[in-house]
């Protein structure tokens, strides 16, 4: 059984960063796509990023330009680097892996093991 943790959020003031980590406790950490979600309070879930098995990631529109993606195989984890943060990027942040192989796209369907997700909040 897979489980995720998230680690790395809390409060930083507008302009700041931080770096969710997401450790995986699976054997097959390297071989499945990962992806980073958010939640902000009453709105939709959205993605963020992806991260292939090869390591190749993808940024979502809009933090493409602040936000990065990658993975550690040796250490069964995922990162999502957030730079420039704004009040806008507040949420609930959720690290989510495929269980299958397939193709790496960037929807909450596709993936089967999730974190509890964890809280970012910017506000000056």
């Known amino acids: 059984q897979v489980q995720l943790m998230e680690s790395g959020g809390g409060s930083v003031a507008p302009g700041g960063s931080l770096t969710l980590s997401c450790a995986d406790s699976?054997?097959?950490?390297?071989?499945?796509?990962m992806g980073w979600f958010r939640q902000a309070p009453g709105k939709a879930r959205e993605g963020v990023a992806i991260?292939?098995?090869?390591?190749?990631?993808g940024i979502a529109g809009p933090v493409k330009g602040r936000f990065t993606a990658s993975k550690d195989n040796t250490k069964n984890t995922a990162y999502l680097q957030m730079n420039s943060l704004t009040p806008d990027d507040t949420a609930i942040y959720y690290c989510?892996?495929?269980?299958?192989?397939?193709?790496?796209?960037?929807?909450?369907?596709?993936?089967?093991?999730w974190g509890k997700g964890i809280q970012v909040t910017v506000s000056s």
């Open positions: 989510a892996r495929m269980v299958v192989e397939g193709p790496c796209r960037l929807v909450a369907t596709d993936f089967n093991a």
């Open positions: 699976g054997m097959t950490f390297r071989k499945f796509c």
């Open positions: 991260i292939a098995p090869d390591g190749r990631s």
